[in-house]
């Protein structure tokens, strides 16, 4: 504790192990994807729902219009059908740019631990060399 603020580790919020350490058993590694899946799917779901949200407000579509709408730009597809005012044509720009960072932030996310995982162990089999 530093003047009344407490200071925390950086190292204590690594979700890796070190390259020293030994690679994850296969349970734990399904339990740490599972962990990042979560995350992932977390992200899609608010995403989902802002666009949701979003198409509702601003170009005044039923429930499902605007779920069809969200998630076809959320999954990288693009738009269905025109827009019928300019504050949707707004907010489908704005959405659209968010969805392809939240996309590509989402496949980073599952990816990462695949990806660690792999590189781990062949580091681990050049030390053993």
Known sequence: MVHGLV?????????????RQPLLSSSAFLRRQFRFLAAASLVVGVSLLLGVWG??????????????????????????GELPNEGA???????????GIALLGT?????????????HALHLEDERR
Request: hydrophobic content about 55%; some cysteine; proline content about 3%.
């Open 89 to 99: 044509k707004w907010f489908a720009s704005c959405y659209a740019l968010y969805s």
């Open 55 to 80: 198409y509702m407000h601003f170009a005044h579509y039923a429930l499902v219009d605007a779920f069809l709408n969200a998630s076809m730009i959320l999954g990288g597809m693009g738009p269905i």
């Open 7 to 19: 200071l925390i580790r950086v190292d204590t919020f690594t979700v890796m192990e070190h390259r």
């Open 107 to 119: 496949v980073a996310v599952l990816l990462a631990p695949v990806v660690h995982r792999m590189l």
